[in-house]
């Protein structure tokens, strides 16, 4: 492993379990906790950069295996580097393939070594390892760059102990691959709902010295409660001195649990995806604008946000371009979504800054109406 | 009639036959020449207003057939008319839906009073005239609105005949029919290509005392010298004190050969629906961004363009989105495509003020790569 620059987190305030804190990277300071839109495809879908910034969006997610299917990672590279090919000058992180490629079901074979999978584009053959991993999400160039780990269905105590073997072993291998001094590699905790799994994955993953850790395997349909209590386990365990990454979990009400759980960081789909499926995220749940109740609605999404989409425009509108399938509906409610979403980790910051995060926390979640109870995936590989 | 609040042009200077001027109307002066981008359902395909803003437009275009259809005109009034449901404050125009159920074919039926037709989005019947037109376009409340009439395929004389007789005659019934004085309505010239009708049908439609002259028929399937020896002809005819509006018309040569004959208005779908199909427009001709050539080019689409999409982004990076089939395509093409048409209006617009008009579009014509010879509908009932 080569020399890293050093990756500062500095920790501001505690409040509880809650922290707010500033990681530094070379493309900027991330103010935590924070939310990352995802860019699938180098691109938030429908959103624009420009559209990125004024949401006060600042740490973007975007896909190794995906952009290594395409436009491939020498591409990217010749281009600039990610950053630079998709015009986000903003911290940026990748992550390591792996879990889409294990989304992939019965088109990827796994061995000690790595994983042969078929694209889901064309249906070629390709492999990724640790090693191969690592060199493409270097081309890519971002901040943070993800180790290749296995994610277990989350009941199954046999494969998780074998997926949690063969992580702990892989991030040891993305470790030594790892060559650029401008990017920090995150390692990765896995062992599904199982608590004694959990501790002996983070106090691993702990040992090895990365300068961030990931919590993987989160989200894929195990119970909110059973999602809070590892995060609770998990938070006594991890070196409270780096920043913490919840995998492609990215509800309201997950977010406030992860935060209080010594949670930093979070991405997932879910706002853009929604909002492609005509849903608006609130503070108090979900609003889906294709219901009739909105066709002569003249209030915004949500009369107390301060995003473009509600500055402007009314339900009833937004419900004429869904029923319209206007691509300018999936544009407007993704910057509501996002906006949502960021304004509720900021708010969250500032409470956690004030000394107030549970009060904050506690009144948020006594008002919000949660769709499910149980978490649900949302980064599957093929259509992320 | 009611009486007309004063939509005033002020002819600012000609240069030979082109002309800059200023239409003034309730939501701000429009500079002429102007080009008009359309909003067909009450939105400008995957461009937020104030992107819009952010490329200089100010006349923007709504479709009459569409709205009425969905979501209705009466909700639109009810949400506060055109400019507000769909939140552009500048200067609107509807078209009359003539144009639109007429190219339902086989699903309109036409008779001396108005036209009965089906819905293309649920097959229900419904039924236009020119005063239900004129209601119809004072719900919806633009700037602009224009006559109902009849187009008539280009060549046939017989149709244009009685095509021509049906438009003078609804153009007499639209005038009465008006009643709010905050809405220019234009009246509507047809008569195919044949000079005697389309010198009869100008004389007659400028005998009425329309406030605005539009140029219906063209780039209906004619070739483009048809096109412009009519323009010359209607030159000549049409008075010089109001306002020309060229109906349809958008390719960046069929611009600049109507500037110089006399018009000083235009809309066309064309640059938002190319730009969906992955073309970009130029000031030298049109750019396939599917195209492999592409994949790994570092330009923007136009090296001299200002506009936001050329300011940041590669031909590689646009050529992965299209590939990818990512909806960021067609906004940051839509935004390019755009800009260049009003720039375009915008630079002809300084060269008629500086005199040097002519030497501007020689220039223009000469590097320009006409795509095709025969002009294209563009505006399409069904999928405009």
Chains 1, 2 share one sequence.
């Not at 490629?101 to 796994?110: H, N």
């Not at 006594?236 to 009400?253: A, F, N, Q, T, W």
Request: with cysteine; net charge negative; hydrophobic share 40%.
């Amino acid at each position: 492993m080569s020399e890293t620059q050093s990756f500062q987190f500095d920790l501001l305030a505690r409040d509880g379990n809650a922290r707010a804190g500033v990681f530094h990277t070379p493309h900027g300071d991330i103010q935590t906790p924070i939310f990352a839109p995802v860019g699938t495809q180098a691109t938030v879908k429908a959103v624009t950069p420009a559209q990125l910034e004024e949401i006060g969006a600042n740490l973007v997610l975007s896909n190794t295996y995906h952009l290594y299917l395409r436009p491939g990672a020498d591409l990217v590279a010749e281009m600039g580097g990610l950053h630079e090919f998709m015009q986000w000058p903003h911290p940026m992180l990748t992550d390591s393939g792996g879990f889409q490629v294990f989304s992939l079901a019965d088109m990827r074979k796994i061995d000690a070594d790595g994983v042969t999978f078929k694209s889901h584009i064309d249906g070629s053959t390709h492999r990724f390892t640790p090693e191969s991993s690592i060199a493409v999400q270097e081309k890519l160039g971002a901040d943070i760059i993800m180790s290749f780990d296995e994610c277990a269905p989350p009941y199954d105590r046999k494969y998780n102990e074998s997926a949690m073997a063969r992580t702990h072993a892989w991030a040891e291998r993305c470790l030594r691959a790892k060559t650029r001094p401008d990017q920090a590699l995150f390692g990765i905790v896995q062992g599904g709902i199982f608590p004694d799994l959990r501790t002996q994955s983070a106090e691993f993953i702990s040992s090895l010295g990365f300068p961030g850790h990931a919590i993987g395997g989160l989200s894929v349909g195990e119970t909110k409660e059973e999602m809070n209590t590892t995060l609770q386990l998990l938070n006594d365990v991890l070196p409270k001195d780096k920043p913490r990454y919840l995998m492609g979990v990215g509800s309201p009400e997950d977010l406030i649990n992860g935060i209080r759980r010594g949670v930093d960081i979070f991405d997932c789909v879910l706002p853009t995806r929604l909002a492609r499926h005509t849903a608006a995220m609130t503070f108090t749940g979900r609003i889906n604008l294709m219901n009739a109740t909105n066709a002569h609605d003249h209030r915004p999404i949500d009369e107390g946000c301060g995003c473009y989409t509600c500055q402007h425009f009314t339900r009833a509108y937004l419900r004429h371009l869904v029923v319209s399938k206007e691509m300018l509906a999936a544009t407007l409610i993704s910057i509501h979504n996002l906006y949502t979403l960021l304004e509720l980790v900021r708010r969250s910051r500032k409470a956690i800054l004030n000394g107030t995060f549970d009060q904050f926390a506690d009144d948020f979640l006594e008002h919000y109406q949660s769709t499910n109870a149980v978490s649900t995936p949302t980064t599957n590989g093929a259509n992320a």
